[in-house]
């Protein structure tokens, strides 16, 4: 089992509907959850962590975490053309982040 | 604030050269990581180090990598000889101190060709 699962998509939603990301992983001892969100030919940025049980929300962005379940999604609400991109769940492991390998998401105008 | 800075930016180069990436961490930040980006295989770790220690090489695909960090702003990763399955992105990224609070910051990468 990979350490850190993702549909690689694409995912296409269109313009205003909300996009829904999952992401799954297998060390129960994780602790710290991130979505990093990577443009083409660009290297990855941050845009949400998460560290606790429920739903952190910023902005258009909520990050959602079960940790029985293992199970981390993002969800865009009122998805932008501009959201096109690669979203990348991230599980700390000690010291360092294991990411998945990611879910193409297109936004159709 | 300047972010991770690498260098080059570009680099092709022929199979059985040397090849040397740099980086230059965030002013600060006591993690430097070193990544690997293909399509195949997504985004990989191949070493870190906390305050210009090696923690964890095990990501390192085999004798022909290595990284140094000489001190808290620098840091390189070496490829002797290179091969054309070592073409990827490559990532130097750093973070602070709080290793449960581990949020990373990417430098633009360097795109490597091997020919």
């Known amino acids: 089992q990979k350490e850190v699962e993702q549909n690689s998509g694409p995912l296409s939603v269109p313009e205003g509907a909300i996009a829904s990301l999952n992401c799954t992983y297998s060390?129960?001892?994780?602790?710290?959850f991130f979505w990093y969100r990577q443009y083409s030919g660009k290297s990855p940025e941050l845009i949400m962590s998460?560290?606790?049980?429920g739903d952190k929300e910023d902005g258009r962005f909520t990050a959602q975490l079960n940790k029985a379940s293992q199970y981390v999604s993002l969800l865009i609400r009122d998805s932008q053309p501009s959201d096109s991109a690669t979203y990348l769940c991230?599980?700390?492991?000690?010291?360092?982040?294991?990411f998945g390998k990611g879910t193409r998401l297109h936004i159709l105008p | 604030d300047a972010g991770v800075i690498q260098s080059p930016r570009h680099e092709v180069t022929e199979m059985g050269q040397e090849v040397t990436l740099r980086c230059k961490p965030i002013?600060?930040?006591?993690?430097l990581f070193w990544y690997r980006q293909t399509m195949m295989r997504g985004l990989e770790l191949l070493i870190y180090?906390?305050?210009?220690?090696?923690?964890?090489d095990s990501g390192m695909p085999e004798d022909r990598f290595s990284a140094k960090m000489p001190n808290a702003s620098f840091s390189t990763l070496k490829i002797q000889p290179s091969e054309p399955r070592d073409s990827a992105v490559y990532f130097c990224?750093?973070?602070?101190?709080?290793?449960?609070?581990?949020?990373?910051?990417f430098g633009p990468g360097t795109r490597l060709t091997v020919l």
């Open positions: 990224a750093s973070s602070l101190v709080t290793s449960s609070y581990n949020e990373q910051f």
């Open positions: 991230a599980v700390n492991r000690d010291d360092k982040i294991i």
């Open positions: 060390d129960r001892v994780s602790q710290s």
């Open positions: 998460i560290y606790s049980n």
């Open positions: 180090f906390n305050n210009n220690v090696p923690i964890d």
């Open positions: 002013s600060g930040h006591d993690y």
